[in-house]
């Protein structure tokens, strides 16, 4: 298949441009997008054969529902059962934004698009691009991010390219994506409501609009679940796995410096091929390969924003083993920290 590549500019969009998309859609085609948080590739999330292309396109194990992505509010009452006061809340607040709602859904949406669930995932997204897509292609869009299964999610359509060239039918380059990791998944059809995948809206914004929000044991865990604690299918897949061994150094700044050092030393003298991703405050330190920054340790939200960048880049690079910097927990650190956790497949060392 011959992908189409189609790049637009946000700020001056070109209608003729999404509409040669809108049609692949319509026609059950697959077309990747960016949205505010990582690039997704989409299909008519009514037609089962458009999604389980989608499925054969990322290779993504059956079992995992994607998201479907609406353009209005509106749009969320024909395909879901109920919306239960506390979801009205957080669309209220949230939407358009990084958050998406499980809701119990109605008899309209597909199996294929649920994966057989009795629940459906939805949000809308923040971005230009996105929303004029849906509008133009007259239907809700099914769309996971647009990375190959097990692969960090794309945030420039050059990731999506190097994964999904020849897969695809198009993909709209729109620069960029702003948030960096992907949308917090909040399940609503339980009371109290419970955070499944920690991601661009904080726990804590949704916690002071909820009251009451727990945390899935997974968004922290710091090994893998058992399968019964499982809620979201997504909880079981591997993730964010660059070829490399990752290892996550969490703890202390200092001890974490201490730590990556003795650890980059005893690679090296294995004649093993080390890169580090550690911050603005920390890299200077560091003898290795490939020593790049995720940012400042107290600016969260460019850490967000350069992760799947950067685990990308440093493999490109063919090390052997990436090591990792920890950082804060709070904000979008929750989510950063649950992907570097995925990452290191929980090859996690604690110093103090
Ligand atoms: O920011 C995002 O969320 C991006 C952009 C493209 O919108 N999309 C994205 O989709 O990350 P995906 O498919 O890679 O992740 C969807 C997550 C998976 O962990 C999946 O298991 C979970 O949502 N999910 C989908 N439907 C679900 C359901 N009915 N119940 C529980 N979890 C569900
Ligand atoms: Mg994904």
């Known amino acids: 298949m011959k992908t189409l590549l189609l790049k637009v500019n946000e700020e001056n969009l070109d209608p003729a441009k999404i509409q040669i998309a809108a049609e692949i859609i319509q026609r059950g085609g697959l077309v990747a997008f960016p949205t505010e948080t990582v690039y997704g590739l989409g299909a008519d999330a009514l037609n089962p054969k458009a999604v389980l292309a989608l499925f054969e396109a990322k290779r993504r194990p059956l079992d995992n529902p994607p998201i479907v992505h609406i353009g209005d509010p509106e749009e969320v009452y024909r395909l879901v059962e109920e919306v239960p006061a506390k979801a009205a809340l957080l669309m209220d607040k949230f939407w358009p934004g990084p958050l998406t709602l499980i809701f119990k859904r109605s008899n309209i949406v597909p199996k294929a698009t649920v994966a057989g669930l009795d629940t459906v995932a ?38 999506v390219y190097e994964d999904l060239n020849g897969r695809v039918d198009a993909i709209i380059d ?39 929000l727990v945390l899935h044991p997974f ?24 070829k490399a061994d990752v290892i996550l150094v969490e703890g202390d700044v200092q001890a974490v410096i201490a730590e990556i050092g003795k650890l980059a030393e005893s690679y090296r003298l294995k004649d093993e091929k080390v890169g580090i991703l550690a911050t603005d405050e920390t890299q200077v330190v560091y003898k290795a390969d490939v020593v790049k920054s995720l940012g400042s340790r107290s600016n969260l939200r460019a850490v967000a924003q350069s992760l799947f960048r950067l685990l990308r880049e440093v493999d490109a690079e063919n090390v052997d083993v990436i090591i990792a910097e920890g950082v804060s927990s709070e904000g979008l650190g929750l989510a950063v920290m649950n992907r570097l956790r995925k990452a290191s497949g929980y090859n996690i060392i604690k110093v103090m």
């Open 219 to 242: 968004v922290q865990a710091e090994q893998e679940l058992l399968l019964q604690e499982i809620r979201s299918p997504g909880m079981k897949h591997k993730h964010y796995a660059p």
């Open 122 to 159: 939805v949000r809308i997204p923040k971005h230009k691009v996105a929303l004029e897509l849906i509008k133009q292609s007259r239907c809700p869009i099914a769309a996971p991010s647009a990375n190959l299964a097990g692969k960090p999610s794309p945030t420039t359509a050059q990731h």
């Open 174 to 212: 729109g620069g960029s994506t702003n948030i960096g990791v992907e949308s917090t998944v909040v399940d609503l059809s339980i009371d109290p409501p419970m955070l499944l995948r920690p991601g661009g809206a904080p726990f804590e914004a949704l916690k002071k609009v909820l009251g009451d």
